[in-house]
């Protein structure tokens, strides 16, 4: 009797802490926020980068990589962009 009480009590415990309230999650608002943050200092680094480059403070290598990086960003932004202006153009187009 008493062991099966303790594995009573330990799934008791177990099920108290996986539906114990989780901490907030992050709004939209704070995720687009982080993003345009990353967004700009990864441009603001690339864009050192390349001025070192071309003073001659970085080698071609890096300055290849930095463009190469900074194209993908931007390439990111503008399809995290143009499929929020879809999703927005759907909510429009839906009958009320």
């Given at each position: 009797?008493?062991?099966?009480?303790?594995?009573?009590?330990q799934a008791y415990a177990?099920?108290?802490t996986a539906a114990a309230p989780q901490p907030k999650a992050e709004g939209a608002t704070e995720g687009f926020a982080k993003l345009a943050d990353?967004?700009?200092?990864?441009?603001?680094?690339?864009?050192?980068?390349?001025?070192a480059a071309m003073t001659g403070g970085?080698?071609?290598?890096?300055l290849?990589?930095?463009?190469?990086?900074?194209?993908?960003?931007?390439?990111?932004?503008?399809?995290?962009?143009?499929?929020?202006?879809?999703?927005?153009?759907e909510i429009l187009r839906m009958p009320v």
């Open positions: 009797m008493d062991i099966k009480t303790s594995f009573v009590s177990n099920a108290r990353n967004f700009m200092s990864s441009l603001q680094n690339h864009e050192n980068t390349a001025r970085a080698d071609p290598h890096a290849v990589q930095a463009l190469a990086s900074s194209q993908l960003a931007v390439e990111t932004v503008a399809t995290v962009r143009d499929r929020v202006v879809e999703a927005y153009q």
